[in-house]
T-cell receptor, first 110, second 112 residues
Framework: GENVEQHPSTLSVQEGDSAVIKCTYSDSASNYFPWYKQELGKRPQLIIDIRSNVGEKKDQRIAVTLNKTAKHFSLHITETQPEDSAVYFCAAGNTDKLIFGTGTRLQVFP | DGGITQSPKYLFRKEGQNVTLSCEQNLNHDAMYWYRQDPGQGLRLIYYSQIVNDFQKGDIAEGYSVSREKKESFPLTVTSAQKNPTAFYLC???????????FGQGTRLTVV
């Protein structure tokens, strides 16, 4: 079946550094790629998304890139801050459902 | 807060019992989903529904059942056939397929 692989599972960075999380997906029909942030004890919330007709999207310190040929997409966070610490999930969706990656625990140290 | 409500927040179940988790949304969304979250395993899809009176199995549907009698409601029953039901359960909805999913606050189920 369809699956989404996400790496790394944990990521520690110094405040101000950049963080990159990568995902690959198997279903070539996927056309929607959201990223969710889940703080401890809270629900996942959408932080950015991209569709298959776009290669890159940026929103302030967050950017997402998509390579449909290679079935890769990545989340880039620049100038990280302690409040960026959370678990981040990528997902790949098509006309039926959203399949999530296994998550990346990001820790930003002051 | 968010328009999608799960209840209860915490649920304890004895082995051999069925329990039903509630999920209600007032966002007028067609699509609804149930995910299970375990440490280190991300969000795994249990069931999803794109329209009233229709639902599909996800990757880990065994031991679970759902219904979609109303657009607003998508309850999940964890049956006694589910061998390891202790987990955090998240319900989500989206306006239609292939769009942003909004999550409820989750129900933490513990088998005692």
């Amino acid at each position: 079946g369809e699956n989404v692989e996400q790496h790394p599972s944990t990521l520690s960075v110094q405040e101000g550094d950049s963080a990159v999380i990568k995902c690959t997906y198997s279903d070539s029909a996927s056309n929607y790629f959201p990223w969710y942030k889940q703080e401890l004890g809270k629900r996942p919330q959408l932080i950015i998304d991209i569709r298959s007709n776009v290669g890159e999207k940026k929103d302030q310190r967050i950017a997402v890139t998509l390579n449909k040929t290679a079935k890769h997409f990545s989340l880039h966070i620049t100038e990280t801050q302690p409040e960026d610490s959370a678990v981040y999930f990528c997902a790949a969706g098509n006309t039926d459902k959203l399949i999530f990656g296994t998550g990346t625990r990001l820790q930003v140290f002051p | 807060d968010g328009g999608i409500t799960q209840s209860p927040k915490y649920l304890f179940r004895k082995e051999g019992q069925n329990v039903t988790l509630s999920c209600e949304q007032n966002l007028n969304h067609d699509a609804m989903y149930w995910y299970r979250q375990d440490p280190g395993q991300g969000l795994r899809l249990i069931y999803y529904s794109q329209i009233v009176n229709d639902f599909q199995k996800g990757d880990i549907a065994e031991g679970y059942s759902v219904s979609r009698e109303k657009k607003e409601s998508f309850p999940l029953t964890v049956t006694s056939a589910q061998k390891n039901p202790t987990a955090f359960y998240l319900c989500a909805s989206s306006i239609d397929r292939g769009n942003e999913a909004f999550f409820g606050q989750g129900t933490r189920l513990t088998v005692v």
